[in-house]
């Protein structure tokens, strides 16, 4: 068998719990696969038979079991969504949902949305600026310090965000533990490229009521009487070069 590099051998020790190796190895097989040299590369037809001239617009980033991808279809028909989801059985129940709600007929409401297996790295082979809106939605806490690092708000991550986001693109998110609102709207407000929008304009995007509790972790927290906190940001215009 292949040795792991160091870095890797490193996530793997003792006292790494099974859902953590999972997740790593499945980061392994995506960064091991080949990828598109351009944007136009992209072949998004496996996912979308329907709609092969389309982009992906819509990335919900750990999309769980697709609550938010079935609400947001029928209101976005035209628009393709795509979810990222690196547990592999979770990708492949909502991957049998879609289909599912697919076979009902050609017409259905689902076939502009898919769940995709792959982390970030296709959101950025996807293509510069070609994203409209990128979801959040309960992520893992990470509440150890040393898994902090995990967390899926961090500087290294929002660049590549930044990268795939168009201007005027949103990045919605959504939690329901206090420190980690702080910590993602910390590290968003302190990213140049980011402006956060204020309450009362997130409150009426028409997305939000969808994000608060489209979601199975968003229903649990409303079952539990939990509360939830909503913050939105803008991706900002790219500033001008100026020729000398």
Not at 124 to 150: C, M, W
């Amino acid at each position: 068998m292949q040795r792991l590099p160091r870095q890797v051998r490193s996530y793997l020790r003792s006292d790494t719990t099974d859902k953590e190796r999972t997740q790593i190895l499945s980061q392994i097989m995506t960064f091991n696969k080949p990828s598109p040299t351009s944007p136009d590369e992209m072949d998004w037809t496996l996912h979308y038979p329907n709609h092969p001239s389309l982009q992906v617009e819509f990335a919900d980033i750990g999309c769980g079991f697709g609550g938010l991808l079935i609400a947001l279809a029928p209101l976005y028909p035209k628009t393709l969504l795509l979810g990222m989801e690196i547990r592999v059985q979770v990708t492949q129940y909502v991957t049998d949902r879609i289909a599912a709600l697919r076979q009902q007929s050609i017409e259905a409401q689902v076939q502009s949305t898919a769940a995709s297996g792959e982390n970030t790295p296709e959101l950025v082979d996807g293509g510069y600026q070609n994203l409209s809106k990128i979801f959040f939605l309960f992520p893992d806490p990470h509440f150890k310090a040393r898994k902090h690092k995990a967390r899926i708000i961090s500087p290294t991550l929002l660049a590549e965000y930044a990268y795939v986001l168009r201007p005027g693109g949103i990045v919605y998110t959504v939690t329901d533990v206090e420190e980690l609102h702080t910590w993602m709207v910390t590290h968003l407000e302190a990213f140049p490229a980011f402006e956060r929008i204020p309450d009362e304009e997130a409150l009426k995007d028409p997305v939000t009521p969808h994000i608060l509790n489209a979601t199975e972790e968003g229903k649990k927290v409303e079952r539990n009487n939990g509360r939830k906190w909503l913050a939105l940001f803008r991706r900002k215009n790219r500033p001008e070069r100026t020729t000398s």
